[in-house]
RNA sequence: GGCGCGGUCGCCAAGUGGUAAGGCCGAGCUCUGCAAAAGCUCUAUCGGCGGUUCGAUUCCGCCCCGCGCCUCCA
């Protein structure tokens, strides 16, 4: 099924497809800066990508698609952290790579087939920065920095229809005085920062000195060793459509002299209280914090799709609330199509589907959630589909539970419906078969007060056993009675 | 000031020129020592005012409110 896009650049949808004729879809994602973790808004986008990134697997296949995603590791935040902290830049950087690969791990994103990182790919940037210099795109200062001259780019603006930097901002453009101080004119921007104090030993050397390179320049230079001169897709968070974009489509294109990108897409950003994260309203969550109030990591990836992805999202702990139920929900009926069909859950459900496993004829359910999906990433709309099919489904199964011949009349029409699940559920990237809370320690005061009031319920003295589970809750556990013995679980904040 | 987005049930959120998906919550029912879990059932006329139309939540205009970008930012 074509899958339709939102272009930002001419802001209408259009189809995606590979432009080059070894059927490659070459597919660029901005990523993360590596100095803290990444917050749920970061997520959002990543996320996001990561459906985007599954859906081309579905269209292309799986050895078509490749897809980058750059690793931001020089630039003032993770210089300054690394300062603070007294330990090399590397340090840092590693670790908080290391987080980031953990945290999407858990999150279900599928890793990007290159992860390039800008301080392995400094002659990349000096290569292309060369190459600007010499067609006249870019001048080097006084002080030894290299600076894009926009003006020598007449599209600029193309995509942000921003026809150059207002310059009436005022108050904005006066902090960066001291920056602007050394260009030609405000617009223009750094391709290569010149050695200051405060980099420390974060230099490389250059033709225009010692210094390290401008944000900018590291998608353009990576997208280009690892995509060629023009990609099919870069995508990334709306903040980043002006400048960062624009500087690539400028810088990109006056050095390879031909198209950038074909396809730009943006996502939005998630609201938390109504308004973006921000340092300074304190409400960047990361994933751990998120994890310790008691929620999966996969609520929050379906918190993350609840909403259109080209639209604000506002997230609160009450969609971790409804994440966590809708995400049960699927979790059980999943579980009764494998009963209906004598599979365990487990095995049927614990993998993501692997590709190709599309069946030839799709159910209607499938087909139209690959329509809604496939048509600009509509998840909520997917999901309306989703739910709608599970409650047919279930009513059937509900209204032939006395009518085991039906069973097995309808063994087919079964496993035809877990397909269409698993491969729903592999677009979505949700795994069901994961840790639905948070392994936390169970203190053994709890056990003795759980297996107590068990003992009582097993006696009938029902008075002593409500009364042991209202300790149980006061001490912020959740006691659950089954059939044959019962759950024991820490209550969600 | 420039550019852009949005206001749909208590909350989140799709959608359409002909009277509005889904999830959560809530209520009722079934089940059940209780509670829970689970299933079933039920719950909106779409910010305001005009206009176009046989008919608008959906198109146009104005107004009100909210958010984002223009500065590092997913």
Redesign the pocket.
């Given at each position: 099924m074509p899958i339709r896009l939102h272009d930002s650049l001419t802001r209408t949808p259009r189809e995606l497809k590979p432009a080059q004729p070894d059927g490659i879809f070459r597919f660029y994602n901005?990523g993360?800066?590596v100095y803290a973790p990444a917050h749920i808004?970061?997520f959002?986008?990543f996320v996001v990508n990561d459906v985007i990134r599954r859906l081309l697997e579905l269209e292309f296949g799986p050895d078509k698609v490749k897809h980058v995603r750059n690793l931001?590791d020089v630039?003032?935040?993770t210089i300054k952290r690394a300062r603070d902290e007294g330990r090399p830049l590397s340090d840092v950087t590693k670790q908080w790579t290391d987080k980031f690969h953990a945290d999407c791990a858990a999150l279900n994103c599928l890793p990007p087939h290159v992860e390039p990182a800008a301080t392995t790919h400094i002659k990349e940037q000096v290569d292309m920065i060369d190459v600007l210099m010499q067609k006249g795109n870019a001048y080097r200062a006084a002080d030894g920095s290299v600076y894009f001259k926009v003006s020598s780019f007449g599209d600029y603006g193309a995509l942000?229809?921003?026809k150059e930097?207002?310059l009436?901002?005022g108050s904005?453009?006066k902090?960066?005085a001291a920056d602007a101080d050394e260009k030609e004119d405000v617009s223009d921007?750094a391709l290569w920062k010149a050695h200051k104090p405060d980099d420390g030993a974060n230099a490389w050397d250059s033709p225009w000195g010692r210094g390290r390179p401008g944000?900018h320049i590291e998608c353009s230079a990576m997208s280009k060793k690892h995509l060629g001169d023009t990609i099919d897709l870069h995508t990334?968070?709306?903040?980043?459509?002006?400048?960062?974009h624009e500087n690539e489509i400028a810088q990109s294109q006056c050095c390879n002299g031909t198209t950038f990108a074909h396809h730009w897409y943006h996502?939005e950003?998630?609201?938390v209280d109504?308004?973006?994260?921000?340092k300074s309203l304190g409400n960047m969550y990361p994933l751990d914090e998120i994890v310790a109030k008691g929620f999966s990591p996969m609520a929050l990836r379906y918190a993350l799709l609840?909403?259109?992805p080209r639209?604000?999202?506002?997230f609160?702990l009450?969609?971790m609330?409804?994440?966590e139920?809708?995400l049960?929900?699927i979790r059980?009926?999943a579980k009764d199509l494998c009963k209906l069909r004598n599979l365990t859950f487990e095995e049927t459900f614990t993998k993501s589907p692997t590709l190709p496993l599309i069946p030839q004829v799709l159910g209607s359910v499938l087909k139209d959630f690959l329509g809604r999906i496939s048509d600009d990433i509509?998840t909520?709309?997917a999901?309306?589909i989703l739910?709608?099919g599970i409650?047919r489904n279930?009513?059937w199964i509900?209204d032939h539970a006395d009518d085991p011949t039906s069973w097995v009349q309808n063994q087919k029409e079964f496993q035809t419906s877990i397909d269409e699940l698993r491969l729903m559920l592999f677009v979505l990237g949700l795994n069901l078969n994961t840790p639905t809370t948070l392994e936390v320690e169970r203190p053994s005061a709890i056990t003795a007060l759980a297996e107590k009031r068990w003992a009582a319920?097993l006696a009938k003295d029902?008075?002593g056993?409500?009364a042991l589970?209202k300790e149980l809750t006061a001490a912020g556990w959740s006691m659950?009675?089954?059939k044959d013995g019962y759950s024991l679980e820490p209550l969600k904040k």
């Open positions: 901005c993360p800066t808004g970061n959002r986008t931001t630039d003032d935040k942000s229809r921003v930097r207002e009436q901002v904005a453009l902090a960066t921007f944000w990334g968070g709306v903040d980043l459509l002006f400048p960062h996502s950003h998630l609201l109504g308004k973006k994260m921000s609840m909403g259109h639209k604000q999202l506002s609160t009450d969609s609330h409804a994440a139920s809708a049960n929900k059980g009926y509509n909520p709309a999901f309306g739910f709608s409650e279930w009513k509900g319920k029902f008075a056993a409500d589970r659950l009675d089954r």
